[in-house]
Each structure stands twice: as C-alpha cells, then as structure tokens.
C-alpha cells in the first residue's frame, strides 16, 4: 500500500487526489426532523498532502469524516478512493472494503474512543486480528511497529489507556490507525484535547507520518492556528459548506472569506499584532439589523453574522477562483465562496477596532 | 503578610499544601497568591500541575481523600481554611462564584435553563417567583444573550455550548459575589465562542469590579485575559507576575519553554517545539528544582537544595536558581530549537 502510495505520487501528484468527495450532501433524520448537515461540498486529497478541514461546532467537519469513512451515506454525490466508488457500497462489499483499512479515522477524545479494559496491544491489534489473515506472531510484530512509529515504546503494551498519559493515549489511537497500513488518515480533533506541548508533539508526529510514510492526512480541528506549522491546504466549513478552499499560507496570510478571517482573528494569541480585530469582523449593534431575506435557507450561509452582508448575499454564493497576482503565486487553486471577496477586506480595515 | 493586606484583597492563599491520596502524597505544595477587586488573575500549567485542587480548595469543595495539610486560605480578609460545610455554603454564590468547563453537565437536562437560575435566586436571595424570574431575564441580558425571554424556557440541549457558559456565568454572578473563579471555562468553546466569553468576563469585571481567578492550560488565553499570571509545575508556584512581564521577560525555564509551545498566532509556518519529558508522578519528592529533569539549563546547583521562590522585580517572583543568568533564555533558545 505505501509503496503504491510513494510510487503514485511520483507519476501524477497534481493530476489524480487519492480521495475525491464530490458534491455531496447530507441529510441527518426525516421529516421535520431533516436537517441539512452538508450542502454540495468538494473536496480532493492528494498523496502525501495534509489537509487541514476547519470549522466551528455543528459545521459539518465530523459528518464530513465519517461520509468518507462510510459511516454516513450520502444524500447525493459521491466519494471516490483510488479510483473506486466506496459511498456506493452495501452490505459485504462495505464490510470488505472496510476491512482493508484503507481509510483509517483517529477519534477526538482519546480517553472515550479507546476501549478502557482492553491493554495497548489489544487495542493497536485489534483490527488485524478481526481482518485475519495473520498468524499471532505477525500481528504482534505490527503492533510493535505501529507503536514504534509514533514513538512510544512496547513497554506501553500490557497497559490499559487509564494507565498512561494523554498524549501517549493520542498516540495509541494513531498507531492503531497505523497497524492497518492505511492509504489515508482522517484525524478528528487530535490535539484539542491536549496541553500545548503535547499538541506540538502529535503535530510533528504527523507531519513526520507524511514525510516518511508518504500518507495523506486530513486533519479535522477548530483552531486554525494548530494547522498554521503542519498542514499544506486549508478548507474552511461553516454550516455544512465549504467557504474558503487554499493553500495555508495563501489563506492565512490574506483570507478571502470573512469567517476565515473572524476564525484568525479569535485565536488567542501571546502576541497582540493581528491585522484585523475581532470587532472588525463580528456584526455590532451599529450594523443595520440583518434583513429577512438574509435569513432564508437559500441566502449565504454566513450572511447573518457578517458585517459586510448586501442584498446580493441573499443567494449562497459558488466557490470562485480568488482573484489576483497572490492567487496564482502557488499553482494550487484558491477559491472562496464570497459575493464580496474583493471589497471587504477594505471595508473591515475601515471598521472600528 | 507583614502589615495590612490592602484593603481591596478579595482571596489570599498563603503557603497551601493539598494531601491526596488520604494524606499518602502532597500534590499542592506551599502555594501562596492573592486576588484583588477588579482584577483577573491566571493560573497556568500542565494538568496535574496543582491548579484545579488549589482552586478547589478555595472554594471548600476538594474532592474525597484530599485535605488542606498547611496554610491558609483568606476570603475578604476572612480566615475560611476550616469553614464548616454550612458556612461555605453561604459563601458559595453570594461571595465567590464558580464557572467550570463543560457547562452542560452542571445543569439538569429536562429543567428550562431559566428556572434554574432563578432557583439559585430563590434559594439564596430568597426572592419571589416574580422577583426571580425578573433578576433572571435581567442576567441574561447581562451576560449578552439575545432574547432572554426566549432562552429563559428553554432547555440546554437546545443552547449552545456559548449560551450553556453563559447561563453558567449568569448563575455564578446571579448573587452578585465579589469573587468568579473560572476553571477551564473557555477550553470546550469554538474559538469565535471563546473570544467572546474572554471578552464577556473583562465587561463583567469593569462592571462589576468582580476579581476573577481563571485556570487554563493555554498561556495565549490567558495573555488576551488575565492582568496577573501564576505559573504552576508539579504542584508549585514557578513564577508569577504582570501578565506583560511574564510574557516579554518570562524569567523560569519553563515559562520560557511555556512560551515557545503556546500558539503566536501568527499563522507562518514554523517549528513546532515541544517540551521534552513528562513531569514528576504527584507527590513525588525531589530534591532541588522539580522542573530539573525536563530543563535545557539544568546545572549541578538545581539539584542539590530546595530553592525558593526569589523577587526579581516588584511583583514578579521566579523559583529558578538561573533567573538572573542573562545566558538563560540562549540556553533554553538552542536546546530546544536542537530537539
């Protein structure tokens, strides 16, 4: 698997993501009930790309995970991994597929996810042994070096989860996903529940992942500025739509869409030098109420809190190409879904701070 | 403690030792800190660094197993350290309020959030029905949620996780306390949420002249909130100071490595430090600095003799026997710049 990943990569990065995500949408319940979770979104990972997906509580970010991983079933579109279909799959050709353990997912909260009776080497093995196929010796050789790669020692095997750190817990849940030798890592909030230097380190863990193994990783987070050090690509959710889609350091230096911006400009920082404030940004008792028109399912999604919203906005805009000389600078596309992606940035430096 | 404490000194902890275990390990060793009127002072660590328990113990509630071994906790001045369960209870709500990190599980799932808080209002300020549900419908709006009136029936699986903290805010100064200590109230907020929250405890406070003591593990929340910052490891004070101080002359290794791991914020890519090593098991005894076996600067004089907290300026304290080294910050620079 990692050979073909490594090998793929050589022959066509740009040209063909390992995993593609086409316009799709998801209903959760029925009825009165249906409630819109995601709205035609696009999203193509490459080989050894890390794709950081950002967005607040209620956006989307996990359903988007578990559509790619098959928990949830698309309304409409599809899910393509290495050329094959999988959102179309039922019955025993999903349980084969999942068997193979191509798209592996790491949980949020270490210390819920992982089964608090089982030891390391049940929980890292446990896959494997489910898959078959491998005798008892093999498996354990797996487990070793899945443990290995995300630096903890076999030493930690004949331990339960309560018995170790966070942070070794976090790296449990990675080497489990790695004893599968996946094509492809979806990590869900890995470092929110973490201290700053723990986070730091599973950051470089997977960046170190990426470098070695040649693996692409999505990483699912609230906080764009864990993304800011690791991540190649940023794509922004926000109520179930993707509003900015770029390069990180393209996005981060000059964002196109003002929920990305009002996302960098709440990030606590230890340095007070922010190019826009958070008051620039949020809507304020001085801002015309927000228009009925505004408010509808077919307006904006971000319409109602921005500051910056026009009668234009009472249709959701597409993702467009950003404009302009930074735009091209890449080569990597950089699109943003705002009627007024050129004119607000001028407008929010205007604003009281 | 020589002479009047000022006269606006809200809490005072002064040399608190916390045994866990039923007295087998102390966690919580010689801490001492102060609170005033008007000021919000952060507590920073890693978990298990002692700042949960040291607030516990300044709102009487530590936990089963735990008990103050030394010191003396001082409330308006006040000795509460041996307060009776009864006499905390008075003290709770209406002298010091507490707000704690996930706000759903503090409240009942099935009761309107509204008929909750003006609970506590009938049973503290012994209000009417009518009385309360005015006073609650007036903390609402006090705590920046739209259309009180609604919220007011509604249950909390229908709020937020921003609308839960504020409801919490709400009940922690519904009996107008002079004291909010806030453990962790920000870290299971959306980024957007936890600006805002940041920005709704600064109003309260210049409102109010409420004193707040707020824990994080995040030194960057507690730049863009607190006035003060004590800086724990391993169940001690490692330094403490002005915020500015702390952060632009950080003057203990590890505030310094603290430092170099919080988010900048500054969204460029760059080397993701760690702070290598684990810290001590709770209650274990070392002699010297207890922060030795992970620092970069560590020298052969860390370890020999207990060291003590030194003043360095007015107001700032570090307990490091190189804080006066001017190669120190190199030191920890290169170290772990190398790792």
Sequence with gaps: MTAQAADRSVTDARATPLLSVENVDVVLGRGWRANHVLSGVN??????EIVGLVGETGSGKTTLARTIVGLVRPRSGRVVYDGAETSRLRGGALRRERRQGHVQLVFQDPLRSLDPDLTVDQIVGEGLRIRGGLD???????VIEALRKVGLDAGLLSRTPGQISGGQRQRVSIARALAADPGLLLCDEPVSALDASNRNYILRLLGDLRDTLNLPIVIISHDLSSLAGIADRVVVLYRGRIVEDGPVSQVFSAPKHPYTALLMA??????????????QLRRTDADPAVGRELRVASACVFAARCPFAIDACAVQPDLEPVAGPAANAGGDPWTAACHRRQEWPALARDRKQ | MTGKPPPDEVLRIEDLNVAVHDGAATAVR?????????????MVGESGSGKTLTCRAALGVLPKGCHIERGTISFEREDVTQLSPRGWQRLHGTGIGAVFQDPSSYLTPSLSVGSQVAEVLRVKQKLSRRAA?????ELFTAVGLRNPALVFHQIPAELSGGMLQRVMIAIAISCEPRLIIA??????????IQAEIIELLK?????RGLAVLFVSHDLAVIRELCDRVV???AGEVVESGSVEEIIEQPRHPYTQALLRVASVGDYQRRELEVIAGQPPRVGAEITGCRFAQRCPAAIDACRTAPISLAKLAPGHQARCVRANDPELAGVIEAEMAAR
């Design chain 2, 231 to 233: 800086v724990f490891y």
């Design chain 2, 203 to 207: 109003d309260l406070r210049d409102q």
């Design chain 1, 43 to 48: 999203l193509a990972v490459r080989p050894g």
């Design chain 2, 183 to 192: 453990d962790e109230a920000t870290t299971a907020l959306d980024v957007t």
């Design chain 2, 133 to 137: 549900h005015d006073k609650t419908l």
């Design chain 1, 266 to 279: 709440s990030a606590p920082s230890v340095k007070h030098d922010r190019p826009l404030s958070v008051h």
């Design chain 2, 30 to 42: 010689g801490i001492s800190l102060s609170v005033h009127t008007g000021e919000i002072v952060g």
């Design chain 1, 136 to 142: 008892p010796a093999e498996v354990k050789a797996r």
